[in-house]
């Protein structure tokens, strides 16, 4: 499968919801093309992950937030390493305050922790 990245707007997708519907829902049609991150050579991403949480595989949630906790004051909470080094979507990139917003968000931890 491999990491989510979008054709334009890179690792900068993101989902925030989840729908269930017993039908088709009108105007989504599967993309079945592949995104950047198939045909990325340099992959640029998988090496700059310091917990080598992102692999041709996929993304590792446990081991990405398993590294997080055993390294504090690494710059991950700045922002996604690999996301950053993505030459894919760089007109989309979040701010480093966004970034930082949804790394502790993703987290669950706050400036208080």
Do not use: K
């Amino acid at each position: 499968m491999g990491a989510l990245s979008h054709r334009e707007y890179g690792p900068w997708a993101g989902f925030r919801a989840a729908f269930i519907s017993a039908g088709r829902i009108a105007g989504v049609e599967q993309d079945d093309t592949a995104g950047p991150y198939q045909t990325c050579h340099d992959r640029p991403c998988l090496s700059a992950c310091p917990a080598h949480a992102l692999s041709l595989n996929g993304y590792d949630v446990p081991r990405c937030l398993a590294y997080l906790e055993e390294t504090p004051g690494n710059n991950c909470l700045a922002g996604c390493r690999a996301r950053f080094s993505c030459p894919y979507g760089t007109a989309f990139r979040q701010s480093r305050d966004q970034a930082s917003f949804h790394m502790r968000a993703f987290t669950g931890w706050n400036d208080d922790t």
